[in-house]
């Protein structure tokens, strides 16, 4: 889902054209709420992409041992306890396992069926043999209840805004906006349907399963290994 950021409106501004503030002052409480309750305690957790810590930080101050790994410097710099790691999900391969591995903000709907394949090779490497893989995805609903338009909330004294510009075959383009004292920041986004099945083959490419009962009405999905040997590429790529 690359993204493009308003330049000079806000701070920093990632490779892939996050807004680095955005990210800041939006709340991650009912994700962390959501998430808390899937793990069990003193878990270790790999927060792939955790950008600024919106939900490491708050599941560090929980009792959780946190590993937040994300590309941008600006953002990991925002991530208070825990251990941070600067590097490309795709490509990272840590000697150590985990009890849990995050994968939030939806990127498994980002463009490109060999992009998730390869976050989806980056969790199976880190899971423990008993782990489970939390991944937040735009269900089939989702996009169903997305037509092109403007819906808005507030947060607190900001305000949020959903822009859809467009919604056929399967991809949603549009931009989200905050206003806050008096600032506006807008970047764009790109999100594509994943089917249930397209999921499930490729899960079961890098010797997963899903977990989750009814996967097309859930935001967050569960996954876990399934006891066989991983395919040769992905501990090699």
Do not use: C
Not at 9 to 17: E, K, L
Not at 67 to 75: E, F, G, L, Q, Y
Not at 128 to 157: H, V
Request: charged share 20%.
């Amino acid at each position: 889902m690359p993204s493009s950021g308003e330049p000079g409106s806000g701070g920093p501004i990632t490779s892939d054209g996050s807004v680095v503030e955005i990210y800041r002052r939006v709340s991650g409480d009912a994700e962390v709420q959501t998430i808390a309750a899937m793990l069990d305690p003193a878990s270790s957790v790999l927060d792939l992409g955790s950008g600024v810590g919106r939900i490491a930080n708050p599941l560090s101050e929980l009792g959780h041992q946190l590993t937040a790994v994300d590309d941008s410097a600006d953002m990991l710099a925002h991530v208070r306890p825990g251990r941070t790691v600067q590097a490309r999900i795709e490509d990272l391969r840590l000697a150590e396992k985990f009890d849990a591995v995050l994968l939030a903000s939806s990127l498994i709907n980002y463009p490109g069926v060999e992009f998730r394949r390869r976050l989806l090779a980056t969790i199976a490497h880190h899971l423990k043999p008993d782990g489970k893989a939390i991944i937040q995805w735009r269900p089939l609903e989702w996009f169903a209840q997305r037509p092109p338009g403007s819906y808005q909330r507030s947060d607190g004294p900001m305000l949020q805004t959903m822009t859809i510009l467009s919604n056929q075959h399967g991809t949603v383009v549009g931009e989200f906006t905050l206003d806050y004292d008096g600032k506006s920041l807008t970047q764009s986004f790109e999100a594509h349907h994943v089917t249930t099945d397209e999921l499930k083959a490729l899960l079961d490419e890098v010797g997963m399963r899903l977990d989750t009962a009814d996967p097309d009405s859930s935001e967050w999905l569960v996954a876990t290994p399934r006891r066989r040997t991983m395919p040769a590429w992905m501990s090699n790529s």
